[in-house]
């Protein structure tokens, strides 16, 4: 059974898995339910032009009352302003889905990798190892990150690290041999990277 009252921390408290819904007084549609397990999530009722839905705010725990409250006014604004926030969500997630696609270590797994096996499937896995083992720090960066510039500070660093040349050069060939294939092409920005 549903109960109407001011969402803060002592009605949260209060909540019991047979109330399953707690409306809040002040905020139209921000509301929380409480499961039978006893998890607890914010959600903001919403209808507009013609549509309704249920936005899921978040989890009691990660987020306090208050902080489910600021959310809900913000969304509650958005929505105001004819702002689908389903939408805007979504725009959200596939965005952040596109930035790790294009990243270095994505990028040698599912097209670098499949094009070096069909070319030599010996050698594959160790030059895929040499570019994850010496450019670690590159792999969760998007691709278009990855100038001459920055691998030029990575190359001056290791000669500081006093490694040999033979070595820094492998590990940069092996990079330039890599960005120099747009293989996902035109979804990632790989083409013209030169290294001297």
Same mark, same amino acid.
């Not at 939408?87 to 294009?102: F, G, I, M, P, V």
């Not at 190892?129 to 720090?137: E, K, L, N, V």
């Not at 050069?169 to 120099?180: E, Q, R, T, W």
């Given at each position: @059974?549903?109960?109407?009252? /001011?969402?803060?921390?002592?009605?949260?408290?209060? !909540? /019991? #898995?047979? *109330?399953?819904?707690? +409306? *809040? +007084?002040?905020?139209?549609?921000?509301?929380?339910?409480?499961?039978? =397990?006893?998890?607890?999530?914010?959600?903001?009722?919403?209808?507009?032009?013609?549509?309704?839905?249920?936005? /899921?705010?978040?989890?009691?725990?990660?987020?306090? #009352?208050?902080?489910?409250?600021?959310?809900? /006014?913000?969304?509650?604004?958005? $929505?105001?302003?004819?702002?689908?926030?389903?939408?805007?969500? !979504? *725009?959200?997630?596939?965005?952040?889905?596109?930035?790790?696609?294009?990243?270095?270590?994505?990028? $040698?797994?599912?097209?670098?990798?499949?094009?070096?096996?069909?070319?030599?499937?010996? +050698?594959?896995?160790?030059?895929?190892? +040499?570019?994850?083992?010496?450019?670690?720090?590159? !792999?969760?960066?998007?691709? =278009?990150?990855?100038?001459? %510039?920055?691998?030029?500070?990575? %190359?001056?660093?290791?000669?500081?690290?006093? @490694?040999?040349?033979?070595?820094?050069?492998?590990?940069? &060939? =092996? $990079?330039?041999?890599? @960005?120099?294939? #747009? !293989?996902?092409? #035109?979804?990632?920005?790989?083409? &013209?990277?030169?290294?001297?």
């Amino acid at each position: @059974m549903a109960i109407k009252a /001011k969402i803060t921390t002592s009605s949260i408290k209060k !909540l /019991k #898995p047979s *109330d399953k819904r707690l +409306t *809040d +007084t002040e905020i139209r549609g921000f509301h929380a339910r409480i499961h039978a =397990s006893g998890n607890i999530h914010y959600y903001l009722y919403y209808k507009t032009h013609g549509r309704e839905g249920n936005f /899921k705010i978040g989890s009691h725990g990660q987020l306090t #009352p208050s902080e489910a409250r600021e959310i809900a /006014k913000v969304k509650s604004g958005e $929505l105001a302003r004819g702002i689908d926030i389903q939408k805007s969500r !979504l *725009d959200e997630r596939q965005e952040t889905e596109r930035q790790r696609a294009n990243q270095l270590g994505k990028y $040698l797994v599912e097209h670098y990798k499949p094009w070096l096996e069909a070319r030599n499937a010996k +050698t594959a896995d160790r030059i895929i190892q +040499t570019i994850q083992s010496g450019f670690a720090d590159f !792999l969760k960066t998007p691709l =278009s990150e990855i100038t001459a %510039r920055k691998v030029e500070q990575w %190359r001056n660093q290791k000669v500081k690290a006093q @490694m040999g040349k033979a070595t820094i050069n492998h590990y940069v &060939n =092996s $990079l330039k041999g890599a @960005m120099s294939r #747009p !293989l996902c092409q #035109p979804s990632c920005p790989v083409g &013209n990277f030169a290294i001297n």
